[in-house]
Each structure stands twice: as C-alpha cells, then as structure tokens.
C-alpha cells in the first residue's frame, strides 16, 4: 500500500485544532509514527519477540489501541504457541479500517500466521477475555488520567497466570533539568527527520491537550496499584519507554 509523508502541519493554521485519529492522520500516519518517535520500529518488533515468552497455548492476545496493526503484525510473526489468536482493538473508524487491510495484505505475504480480529471499540468500556499478553504502545497516554488506573485493574484481572501487559508510553521526568534535555533531544530527532519548526510547533498545539505522558515513577505507581507484581523497564529511547508488567 502506498504511504504518504506526514505534511499535515507543514503550512501554517489559522486555529490548530486538537489532535484526532481520523483519515487525514491514518494516511500519513507510518511516515507520522516513524519520524516522531525515537526508536518505535525497535519496540515493535520486539514487543512480537517479548511476547512470545508469555504468550500461552489456546489464549488471546490483546493489542489495545492498535492503530494501524503495527504491534499486532508483530504478534502474529513472532509468537509460536499453538491455539493463539490476537484481538486488535482501536476506537478509530478509520484506524481500524486500514488495520484489516494492512493485516489483509500481511496474509497474503506469509503463511501460518495467527488468526487476528480487528474490533472497533473503546478499551475502556470493552469487556476483556481471560488473555496472556495484552500490549499498550502509546495508548493509555491517551485515556483520560483519572480513568487509567482502573483501565490497568481490568488489565491485571483478565491477565492469566504467567502473562503480561507490555505498556510503551512518552515519559515526562520530575527532574526539570532532565525532562528539558530529553525534551530538546527529541526536538533534535525530529529536525533530523525533516519536521520544520512549524510543523513542530503546530503539532505540539494540536496534542498538548490530548496526550497527557506520565513520568515512569507514575507508571510504577499506579502499576502497582493495578495488582501488578513485577514491572521492568526494558527499553527507552530520549523520551519514549517500554515496560513489562506481570500480574
């Protein structure tokens, strides 16, 4: 499928309005998603090779807030045990119309790969199976900040026994020197890869108030909150991680 480059905000706007998932972002968004987020390929294919160590027979796999099926192409590569099948859930029409037809054309290319159901809906009012992987990339980010600890309670009841939930969200960090340092590195990444600094300034207007990133210290809080036993940091990049927690 052809993919467009990300210009959504390379002339200038009267009024930026917030930032929404619709078609305009959905056409652009891989060129979008790769020019924003340091080190986003890296976590996504090895989300597919994490899960594969907790991912059990016969078991579902979530990809909430899925977006174009990036993490749940990488599900259906790399996890191995028989009987699986990946739910993809997104509550963007026109995200998840290109996820089925991204995952349509993946069929076409290999053989052998775990069924997957693309589903639109809110993750917070879905109802979760019993599951062993559920992964988050960029998503609770997203949700309101007084409803994520009762998004992630749900998480961890649904969770089986040895499974986990995979969160990558943007960080803020509570020391102020730190967070205008990896704030100005990622500037840096994206000046790399061609944003100018209209577009940059106009991007942030648009999702300043619609992503609202927590500091890890917050993300193991309320983790832990959640029921979570476990969490590990197993990778960052500038301002972006990835977490494993276990029920």
């Known amino acids: 499928m052809r993919q467009e480059s990300d210009r959504l905000f390379?002339?200038?706007l009267t009024e930026v309005p917030d930032f929404v998932f619709n078609e305009d972002v959905v056409r652009v968004f891989p060129d979008m998603i790769k020019r924003s987020v340091p080190g986003?390929?890296?976590?996504?294919?090895?989300?597919?090779?994490?899960?594969?160590?907790?991912?059990?027979?016969?078991?579902?796999?979530?990809?909430?807030?899925?977006?174009?099926g990036a993490v749940t192409q990488a599900l259906r590569r790399h996890v191995q045990s028989g009987g699986c099948r990946v739910i993809a859930v997104d509550n963007s029409p026109a995200m998840v119309t290109r996820c089925a037809e991204y995952l349509q054309a993946q069929d076409a290319m290999f053989q052998e790969l775990l069924p997957a159901?693309?589903?639109?809906?809110?993750?917070?009012?879905?109802e979760l199976q019993p599951c062993s992987l559920v992964a988050m990339n960029f998503t609770l980010q997203f949700i309101p900040p007084e409803q994520r600890l009762q998004l992630l309670r749900r998480i961890h009841q649904a969770l089986l026994p040895g499974g986990a939930l995979?969160?990558?969200?943007?960080?803020?960090?509570?020391?102020?020197?730190e967070h205008d340092l990896l704030t100005d590195l990622h500037l840096a990444f994206k000046r790399a890869n061609g944003y100018s600094e209209l577009e940059i300034a106009q991007k942030r207007s648009a999702i300043e108030k619609v992503m609202l990133p927590d500091s890890l210290e917050q993300h193991r809080k309320r983790l832990q909150a959640a029921g979570f036993s476990k969490i590990v940091l197993w990778f960052q990049c500038l301002n972006f991680a990835s977490l494993v927690a276990l029920p």
Not at 47 to 68: H, R
């Open 117 to 126: 159901e693309v589903i639109e809906a809110d993750i917070l009012s879905l």
């Open 166 to 177: 995979i969160l990558s969200e943007k960080l803020r960090f509570e020391d102020n020197t």
């Open 40 to 68: 986003y390929p890296t976590i996504v294919e090895n989300i597919g090779v994490l899960a594969g160590s907790f991912a059990q027979p016969n078991t579902v796999l979530y990809d909430l807030g899925a977006s174009l």
């Open 10 to 12: 390379a002339q200038p």
